[in-house]
T-cell receptor, first 114, second 114 residues
Framework: EDQVTQSPEALRLQEGESSSLNCSYT??????LFWYRQDPGKGPEFLFT???AGEEKEKERLKATLTKKESFLHITAPKPEDSATYLC???????????????FGKGTHLIIQP | NAGVTQTPKFQVLKTGQSMTLQCAQD?????MYWYRQDPGMGLRLIYY???????DKGEVPNGYNVSRLNKREFSLRLESAAPSQTSVYFC?????????????FGPGTRLTVT
C-alpha cells in the first residue's frame, strides 16, 4: 500500500526565516512525486513534479528535492504570502486494484509571520 | 480558459437525500478524478475516469456513483446521503493517464449532511 507522511503538521516561521518541509513515502515504483499548495477554501494548486532521485526543481522561493525515500520542500526567505498548506502526493507505477490517482499526505500547514 | 469548474460551491443535505456534484474541464484532458478531503485524512480518491466512457473505483467508492457524460464532464452522485459523507469534494483532470502528469484541481464543493 502506498503511503505518504508529511512533517511537521504545522510550522510557524518569521518572515525571512528559511526552513524545509519533509515528505516521506513508500510506493511500489514511483511514477512521480508532486507538491501542491492549497490556500484556505480553494483547491490544490500544482507546484512541482519530481520523477527520480536526485532531481531538483525551483520556483521563486521554493525548491523541491527528491531521494529514494523522501522529498523536501525548501523555502528560502519566506514572505507572508507563502502561508498555505503544502501537500505532497505520489503516483505509483503499478497501482493495486486498478486504482489510478494520487496518494496524498495530510499536508503541512505553514504560517509566515511578518 | 476556466480550467476545472465545479458546481455547486456549497450544499447542505439531509440524511437520505440525493444530489449530483458537477465537474467540467475545458482543457481537453482525457482523465478525470473525484477526491474527498476530510480534516486529518488528506485527499482520498473516490472514482476516476481514464477516458470518455470508462470509470473505475478508487480508495473510497462506497456510497457514490459517477458518470462520464462526455470528454468535458464527470459527475459524482450521492444516492442516499449520510453524515459520513460530509466533506469537501474536489474534481481533478490530467491530460493523459500515466507518466506522472500533474493533476489540475477544481475549487471544490463543500457538502454538509445533517
Amino acid at each position: 500500500e502506498d503511503q505518504v507522511t508529511q512533517s511537521p503538521e504545522a510550522l510557524r516561521l518569521q518572515e525571512g526565516e528559511s526552513s524545509s518541509l519533509n515528505c516521506s513515502y513508500t510506493v511500489s515504483g514511483l511514477r512521480g512525486l508532486f507538491w501542491y499548495r492549497q490556500d484556505p477554501g480553494k483547491g490544490p494548486e500544482f507546484l512541482f513534479t519530481l520523477y527520480s532521485a536526485g532531481e531538483e526543481k525551483e520556483k521563486e522561493r521554493l525548491k523541491a528535492t527528491l531521494t529514494k525515500k523522501e522529498s523536501f520542500l525548501h523555502i528560502t526567505a519566506p514572505k507572508p504570502e507563502d502561508s498555505a498548506t503544502y501537500l505532497c502526493a505520489v503516483q505509483a507505477m503499478y497501482s493495486g486494484g486498478g486504482a489510478d490517482g494520487l496518494t496524498f499526505g495530510k499536508g503541512t500547514h505553514l504560517i509566515i509571520q511578518p | 480558459n476556466a480550467g476545472v469548474t465545479q458546481t455547486p460551491k456549497f450544499q447542505v443535505l439531509k440524511t437520505g437525500q440525493s444530489m449530483t456534484l458537477q465537474c467540467a474541464q475545458d482543457m481537453n484532458h482525457n482523465s478525470m478524478y473525484w477526491y474527498r478531503q476530510d480534516p486529518g485524512m488528506g485527499l482520498r480518491l473516490i472514482y476516476y475516469s481514464a477516458s470518455e466512457g470508462t470509470t473505475d473505483k478508487g480508495e473510497v467508492p462506497n456510497g457514490y456513483n459517477v458518470s462520464r457524460l462526455n470528454k468535458r464532464e464527470f459527475s459524482l452522485r450521492l444516492e442516499s446521503a449520510a453524515p459520513s459523507q460530509t466533506s469537501v469534494y474536489f474534481c481533478a483532470s490530467v491530460p493523459l493517464r500515466g507518466r506522472g502528469y500533474e493533476q489540475y484541481f477544481g475549487p471544490g464543493t463543500r457538502l454538509t449532511v445533517t
